[in-house]
């Protein structure tokens, strides 16, 4: 089993290397699959991120569905770690949140409860549905209080997945249903 700390910093390594032809290419791919996954499930409200640090470029799946009848979440960061979710409305409503990730900030968060698919960024993942994320536990907390039937769907490079139960993790760690790359859309289910 890979140690969280090695993992953590030889996967960001790996990913800040990334060229920006490699980037878009392999997240135009992911997001054609993302929006499969959508329309396969029939998804009203979905969570998505703003990429960092060479993550995949989740904004364009987000374009793809922009103007279909799915209600879109973005997350906020708070000073304490935690996550809260805010509708997305357009690119210029966007504030830099706490850690300096563009966010929507509103009135109202939205109720978590209401959010069918999370799109969660990682480090790296393995088949088995565990992730690697940056060590402050945000997404953890925050999809303990989602309903109990939300999708959770790690959206990776293809070089961040392990093999089948690789990567350390803990009782705290929430476990990926799905994960989407480049290579397509991979049942964790399966892999247990």
């Not at 960024?121 to 953890?140: E, M, Q, V, W």
């Not at 769907?153 to 476990?175: A, H, L």
């Amino acid at each position: 089993m890979y140690s969280k700390i090695i993992v953590r910093q030889e996967m960001l390594n790996k990913r800040l290397n990334l060229k920006n032809e490699e980037i878009i290419y392999c997240s135009d791919i992911i997001s054609d699959f993302i929006r499969v996954f959508i329309k396969q499930r029939a998804v009203k409200s979905a969570a998505f991120y703003m990429s960092i640090k060479n993550e995949v470029k989740i904004e364009l799946a987000i374009d793809r569905i922009l103007y279909e009848n799915i209600k879109i979440n973005l997350p906020y960061c708070k000073k304490n770690s935690d996550i809260c979710f805010y509708k997305f409305k357009d690119t210029r409503t966007l504030v830099k949140d706490n850690y300096g990730i563009l966010s929507p900030k509103c009135d109202k968060e939205t109720d978590i409860s209401s959010i069918d698919v999370f799109f969660i960024p990682g480090l790296a993942f393995d088949r088995a549905g565990n992730r690697i994320g940056y060590g402050k536990g945000c997404y953890d907390k925050v999809l303990t209080g989602s309903k109990k039937n939300s999708i959770f769907v790690g959206v990776c490079y293809n070089f961040q997945i392990y093999d089948k139960k690789e990567i350390e993790f803990t009782q705290n760690d929430i476990k990926m249903h799905y994960l989407i790359c480049e290579k397509g859309i991979i049942n964790c289910s399966d892999n247990v």
